[in-house]
């Protein structure tokens, strides 16, 4: 025996040791080749010795791989987390689909019960390491101080049945109401780029979560009492006093029909068009803003008639039961004479109609009118966040039931959105036509072969020639990263 290459445990690590060993086998025999190839005959023999653990999916590495290193995340030294984001982002499966994909379009053997350890490993500090990155890419990104903070709730639920002391049964804003649910809350800036998240018990309720969660990244990160923003489902005087108490300015949905009897006068006394502004000074400390919209009472209107066509169908065809008339909703539009003669008010439904159009909002800062709608309406990109999270990268429903696990994936999930959110920016920076599904779509099919050359027997790699939308897509990433 003269020399030991090595040993392999599957087929292509097994095919590339042996041409290691050829080549090995050339250099020490030092004799020239004993026959010389035509071109053809040449190409076809090269092209003869290629094999399906030649060619690599690499798109996912090429584009996702580059900015997950951009942003920072390159920093933790963990190749499974890597793997894991970048693989959430390219084809957002369960992690036993994750290594068959791993397996057999990038070459990387790992045992779906590795990931298992590695998730049950993941601790928190990980989370707080994860956090931190994102923070200082959103800092950069919006070139300074963060003055303006987003802050929504959303559910997540589990396709098993039992719940434990952090799955809990509550309200679903999903609509599984069976399922244990968990609550994530996401705090974001301007344009939607992260700053941090946090779990919640599936039971709590939603207006708990913000003071204990905004106090937490504000000390971790230092932030400088930053404008709150958030929807109506916030909206308490508990958590108003809380806001107030910590010294927090703040711009939170109003429920206009909620308010007192003498508030809702003045609110329907004044006479609207498109734009109309009605201010009502609640107290020294907070005002009340009231704006009409034109196309929102179209929107308003739309709403309530589809509901109430709904309501009559259900009543024709004799299908309203009492745990139809149970549910919320425009069942509010009902009449009940007796035990069972069920009509609908029409009335109410007319009277309804004052509201349509307007949109209240509560706030505590003394910013110009205009500036406090234009911040509120930048709450839907929260709200996107969300659908990114739950369509793109699929981060529902959630299979796992110990704790530390689903922590794991929900970190997994959040570094992937912070990646597709940066694809985002720079497709829109460089006006490419290209959407974000689309652009992760045909990272699928980017390909790098290896080959071995006849003569020299040097092994070399090269990336496949990409059609002209993934071309477009690998310049803008080369180029920006």
Known sequence: MIKTIGCGAVRHEIDRLKQVARQEIERLESQPSLFVFENDEL??????????????????????????????????????????????????LSKLKTTEYLYRYQGENIDVNSVYRFLDKLSSSLKSKVEEIAFEHTKRTLKGEINVVFYDLTTLYFEASDEDDLRKTGFSKDGKHANPQIFIGLLVGLGGYAIGYDIFEGNIHEGHTLIPFLESISRKFKLKKPVVVADSGLLSDKNINALQKAKYKYIIGARIKNESEQIQERILRKKYNDGTICVIRKSKKHKLIVHYSEKRAK?????????????????TSGKLTKAHINNRGYNKYLHLDGKVDIKIDYQKFEQDARWDGLKGYMTNTKLPNDVVLENYRNLFHIERAF????????????????????????????????????????????????????????????????????????????LLNMDQQQQELYNIVQKKF
Do not use: W
Not at 48 to 77: A, C, H, M, W
Not at 299 to 315: P, T
Not at 405 to 429: D, G
């Open 299 to 315: 929107k308003d209107f739309y709403n309530r008639k589809k509901g109430l066509n709904r309501l009559e169908k259900r009543i």
């Open 387 to 462: 659908r990114m999270s739950k369509t793109d990268l699929r981060i529902r429903p959630i299979y796992h039931h110990l704790k530390h696990r689903i922590e794991a994936h929900i970190c997994i999930a959040f570094t992937a959105y912070t990646i597709y959110k940066e694809l985002e920016r720079v497709l829109k920076s460089e006006n490419s036509s290209l959407s974000l599904k689309t652009a992760s779509e045909i990272t699928h099919n980017m390909y790098k072969i290896t080959y071995q050359l006849p003569e020299s027997k040097q092994i070399k790699s090269t």
């Open 43 to 92: 190409i076809e023999d090269a092209i003869s010795s290629l094999s399906n653990s030649s060619i690599n999916t690499v798109g996912p590495e090429l584009i996702f791989g580059r900015i997950y290193d951009y942003i920072g995340f390159g920093q933790i030294k963990e190749e499974l987390f890597r793997h894991l984001v970048i693989s959430r982002l390219a084809f957002p």
